[in-house]
Nanobody, 127 residues
Framework: QVQPVESGGGSVQAGGSLRVSCAAS????????MAWFRQRPGKEREFVAG????????RYRDSVKGRFTISRDNAKNTMYLQMNSLKPEDTAVYYC????????????????????WGQGTQVTVSS
């Protein structure tokens, strides 16, 4: 199993950039698809971006395409989300999640597909 821990959140003005990281314990990191979800105030948790174990396939929600980039370094058991051109509507708690690579169609976009979750990191974008 893996235990994700997020870091790197903070506050930034609109148009700025932030990078959040997710470090995961465990010796089988590459066996897991990893994803970022976020929960905006008063909203349900939503998929932001995901990446398969090899790093070769990624998926993004439409509203962040072209602005956010997900990546992973399996040697460091770490995943990243580079967020550029941030908007106030990106303000949320960002969660890191790990899902065992069983079956096809990864990275998947539903919260129930992921087995392990971090505690979240706050990202605030001011206008």
């Amino acid at each position: 199993q893996v235990q994700p821990v997020e870091s790197g959140g903070g506050s930034v003005q609109a148009g700025g950039s932030l990078r959040v990281s997710c470090a995961a314990s465990g010796r089988t990191f590459s066996n897991y698809a990893m994803a970022w979800f976020r929960q905006r105030p008063g909203k349900e948790r939503e998929f932001v971006a995901g990446i398969v174990g090899s790093g070769l396939t990624t998926r993004y929600r439409d509203s962040v395409k072209g602005r956010f980039t997900i990546s992973r370094d399996n040697a460091k058991n770490t995943m990243y989300l580079q967020m550029n051109s941030l908007k106030p509507e990106d303000t949320a708690v960002y969660y890191c999640a790990a899902g065992r690579l069983v079956g096809s169609s990864w990275p998947r976009t539903e919260t129930y597909e992921y087995d392990y979750w971090g505690q979240g990191t706050q990202v605030t974008v001011s206008s």
